[in-house]
């Protein structure tokens, strides 16, 4: 049985619990009484998402050497998105580094490497925000903040761990073994050197990491904005710490995209304000399909174009 395939289905176990808890009409009426063209403003809120992600992973591109137009970057960028959607735990978000090979000419370590220090830099942000939301609810959820500390320190230490070359080595030149990659390994003929780079220093991280934060906030203060057509009334600021432990918590490998995660999470939060659990639900699947969902079907047809590029061989290898 292969757990990692498992997973996933956790979340949708626990988001069809949810479902089952709550009153369907009631959600139903709330999603009725949205005005269809603020629903459709709404749809456009992943734009300014996408754009400041991709000023921040351009930085890191020319950090690295790594030269592709900022809009094949932005194209990159929703070829994760679809393949992240695809595959358990959203690891698949991973093969867009060989589209960035394909683009860019890098040896595909050295892609990979980035996208994961991209990934790494902008979960350390999360994890930022989603302390200080932490502390802000301790007094209600002790264990809650306890545990994101232990998270941060564990993601930092490790970040920390892969900036330094000779300790990391080994440990990736067995990453490169997973099954993830066993399609590819007739592109992983680049020694693993190349993954180690032009790798960007702890200088060169900052400003991503800020920008990251910036992202973050931006995606945080527009579902402040949607919660208001779903008559959710909570201070910006509580709301801005809620969402970002949410998030947090969302990011377990346990769902599609913290589906069902988020959602239980979310439900234990806005309690506080005495928050109905329909509108929670209401909120959170609609901000999935506009932020999670409408992105990865835009990913699709962005990959199909793109796998052309790659050669027919290499597209069935990967699709």
């Known amino acids: ?3 990692k395939k498992i997973l996933p289905v956790i979340g949708i176990i626990i988001l069809i619990y949810l479902l089952s808890t709550v009153d369907l009409p009631a959600v139903f009426d709330i999603f009725s009484r949205i005005p269809l063209f603020y629903a459709f403003l709404c749809l456009f809120s992943v734009v300014p998402i996408v754009i400041s992600t991709n000023i921040q992973w351009q930085i890191l591109l020319k950090k690295q050497k790594i030269h592709v137009s900022f809009l094949y970057s932005l194209k990159n960028i929703f070829i994760g998105y679809f393949y992240g959607f695809i595959t358990p735990g959203g690891f698949g978000g991973y093969i867009r580094a060989l589209y960035l090979k394909n683009e860019s000419g890098q040896p595909l370590p050295k892609c990979v490497s980035n996208i994961i220090t991209f990934n790494t830099i902008d979960f350390l942000s999360l994890l930022l925000l989603g302390l200080i939301g932490g502390f802000f609810l301790s007094s209600r959820f002790p264990l809650l903040f306890i545990t994101i500390i232990i998270v941060s320190i564990i993601v ?3 970040f920390i761990f892969f900036l330094k070359k000779k300790k990391s080595q080994v440990i990736f030149t067995n990453f490169f073994q997973l099954k993830i990659f066993s399609k590819l390994k007739d592109r992983l003929e680049d020694p693993i050197d190349t993954f180690f780079e032009n790798l960007p220093g702890f200088k060169d991280i900052l400003l991503p990491f800020s920008l990251s934060i910036f992202g973050w906030i931006i995606r945080f203060s527009e579902l ?12 910006y600021i509580s709301f801005l710490f809620i969402i970002a432990v949410a998030n947090v918590v969302a990011s377990l490998p346990i769902s599609i995209y913290g589906l069902g995660t988020r959602e239980i999470t979310l439900i234990s939060l806005f309690s506080i304000f005495a928050v109905a659990p329909e509108k929670i639900i209401s909120l959170s699947l609609f901000w999935f399909a506009v932020i999670w ?4 079907v835009v990913g699709a ?3 199909a174009f793109e796998s052309k590029k790659l050669g027919g061989a290499t597209s069935k290898k990967i699709m």
């Open 224 to 235: 402040y904005l949607i919660s208001i057509l779903f008559d959710i009334r909570v201070p």
């Open 293 to 296: 969902l409408l992105p990865s």
């Open 1 to 3: 049985m292969d757990v």
């Open 301 to 303: 047809v962005i990959t």
């Open 156 to 158: 930092a230490s490790l």
